[in-house]
């Protein structure tokens, strides 16, 4: 069965600092590939999402994440972080067939102080 | 920008009790979903629904659930008997064509409490 795996649970980070987010995957086949993000109290809006093509991939609010698919994963980064950035990150993973489900890795909270 | 709507936002119920979570989807889309997050925990498929059916599920979606797109436009997920286990916040997705080159568009979701 397809996972996803999000290695930091928790990152804390200065403003300004830059930030790195671990996502890995298990599936052989062609995936699509997302980023979420949910901030406090709000529901799930989509960062960046990865089909085909360029395997760096520029999202909303300066995020990017790169494909790389030898280590089947698609780490998100952002050079610089704002007070703004604080909540909870989720990447996903669907197998590029019709009707397939979103498989989510647990998430990562960050948070920065500023 | 075209969203999925949610309705209610939060719901609070009595364990035993029938709930139906409602969701709009976006209009041209034809796919549907949905999702539930535990607190603290990730979030989980539950169901998809395509040409007026299941097309998959998890093992989460036992006979307690059931899902319809009674209307055309809303789209429903039942719990039959709920369980403090039930409580959740409860998402409804959909997106639009064959390989999700829309992505999946999420509803701001319906916290489920059942007390």
């Known amino acids: 069965a397809q996972s996803v795996s999000q290695h930091n649970h928790h990152v804390i980070l200065s403003e300004a600092a830059s930030l790195e987010l671990g996502c890995n995957y298990s599936?052989?086949?062609?995936?699509?590939l997302f980023w979420y993000v949910q901030y406090p109290g709000q529901h799930l809006q989509l960062l960046l999402k990865?089909?085909?093509?360029?395997?760096l991939v520029k999202g909303i609010k300066g995020f990017e994440a790169e494909f790389i698919k030898s280590k089947f994963s698609f780490n998100l980064r952002k050079p610089s972080v704002q007070w703004s950035d604080t909540a909870e990150y989720f990447c996903?993973?669907?197998?590029?067939?019709?009707?397939?489900?979103?498989?989510f890795g647990k998430g990562t909270t960050l948070s920065v102080s500023s | 920008e075209p969203e999925v709507t949610q309705t209610p936002s939060h719901q609070v119920t009595q364990m035993g009790q029938e709930v139906i979570l409602r969701c709009v989807p976006i209009s041209n889309h034809l796919y549907f979903y949905w999702y539930r997050q535990i607190l603290g925990q990730k979030v989980e498929f539950l169901v998809s629904?395509?040409?007026?059916?299941?097309?998959?599920k998890s093992e989460i979606f036992d006979d307690q659930f059931s899902v319809e797109r009674p209307d055309g436009s809303n789209f429903t997920l039942k719990i039959r008997s709920t369980k403090l286990e039930d409580s959740a916040m409860y998402f409804c997705a959909s997106r639009a064509d064959r390989t999700g080159n829309y992505g999946y568009t999420f509803g701001s979701g319906t916290r489920l409490t059942v007390v």
């Open positions: 629904f395509y040409n007026n059916e299941i097309s998959e």
């Open positions: 990865y089909f085909s093509g360029d395997p």
């Open positions: 599936y052989g086949g062609t995936v699509n």
């Open positions: 996903a993973v669907s197998p590029n067939q019709a009707g397939t489900a979103l498989i």
